[in-house]
């Protein structure tokens, strides 16, 4: 089966040639488009002849009939919801202690598959935690990271923070992951070099979760300590070739709805050159 393919839609318009970001979609003289089957490994299946195709003609075999989603105009936002919608997400510090179902858990997951990654690599893997008690025991492993790291030399600033972190985690505040039951952590495959694919996925994260009424929060800390801690790395599964980009805290929001006022921003630094 070639990995490219087109069907009797086909208006040989040749803009599927166009996008094709490797260049390996030819144009035959009147017979259609066609990647020649010494190029298929040069493809980055990323799907722009799919995407754009004017008449939905184009086929790529990895991508199986039940994963070709339509996408439905009329689903889309107008630009004015889809900005209210950015803008009122806020980082949640309230948190439910029960699990999130499963299912939700999957359906963010899946939002996240569609982040842009550099060269469509695709290569961010999830941890997550299954509930509040794993995540608790994982925020006491990143305040003994921080004991740890307070008892050799490091910067004052640091230092001091660290201490702040410590002493209310002892006072019995949870401060790493504010009384979530999850953590989503976006692990990352060392060899690549773009650490942004797993930024971006973290973001997409959060972005997803605020469309379903998750609350989510940057776990700045525990990332802080997970890139210091091989026992965090091993809680976690984390392999040698991996690193740890960062993590969500999530869970179901406790007594907070959609934020009603947004807060207050630096003006935007632009510079026109
Ligand atoms: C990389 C990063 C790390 C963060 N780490 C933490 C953290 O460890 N704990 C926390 O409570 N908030 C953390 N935050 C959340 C920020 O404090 C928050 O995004 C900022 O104050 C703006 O508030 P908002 O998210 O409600 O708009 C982090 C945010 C980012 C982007």
Redesign the pocket.
Known sequence: MPLFTVDERCIQCGLCSELCVARIIKMNDGEGPEVLPEDEEKCITCGQCVSFCPTSACFLDIQPLEDRIEVLPELMPSAEIAETFLRS???V?RYKSESVDESLVHRIIETCRYAPTASNSQLVRWVVTSDREQTKKLGGMVVDTFRGMLSIDIEEKVAHMLGAVVRAWDAGHD??F?TAPHLAVAVFDRKHTFQEDAAIALTYFELAAHANEIGC???????TAARQSSEIQKFLGVGENEMIV?GQMFGYPSGLGLSHIL?PRKKASLTWI
């Open positions: 997400r806020r980082s510090r401060v790493i504010r929060c940057w776990a700045g800390f525990f990332t960062g807060p």
